[in-house]
């Protein structure tokens, strides 16, 4: 029942940038990690970015430098700051959270629709 909405896609010229926001329809409780995956057409999902639990981010080596991940945990929310983009970054972009509300209870796992993001002159 819980879901993850995207936005912030958009078109931009190569160069530009884009900021995408993720958000749950609820308030999560104990959210363990929050990332963001990207799929072009014709290629496999692949993970861009992801943030721990205290704060650490890390990045695929095709948008260090470029790309920056932020969360805050008590909103459920997670945000990818896109800089510099290249025609390359043109892709479906989806939000992925995962936690435990309760040690005895099963991890989750919350996938968002996508929000496209287009690079194109």
């Known amino acids: 029942q819980v879901r993850l909405v995207e936005s912030g896609g958009g078109l931009v010229q190569p160069g530009g940038s884009l900021r995408l926001s993720c958000a749950a329809s609820e308030t999560l409780t104990g959210i363990m990690s929050m990332a963001w995956y990207r799929q072009a057409p014709g290629k496999q999902r692949e993970l861009v970015a992801s943030i721990g639990p205290n704060g650490r981010a890390n990045y695929k080596d095709f948008v260090k430098g470029r790309f920056t991940i932020s969360r805050d945990s008590a909103k459920s929310t997670v945000a990818l700051q896109m800089n510099t983009l290249m025609p390359e970054d043109a892709a479906g972009y989806y939000c992925?959270?995962?936690?435990?509300?309760?040690?005895?209870?099963?991890?989750?796992?919350?996938w968002g629709q996508g929000t496209k993001g287009t690079v194109s002159s």
């Open positions: 992925y959270i995962n936690g435990q509300r309760r040690r005895w209870e099963a991890e989750y796992d919350y």
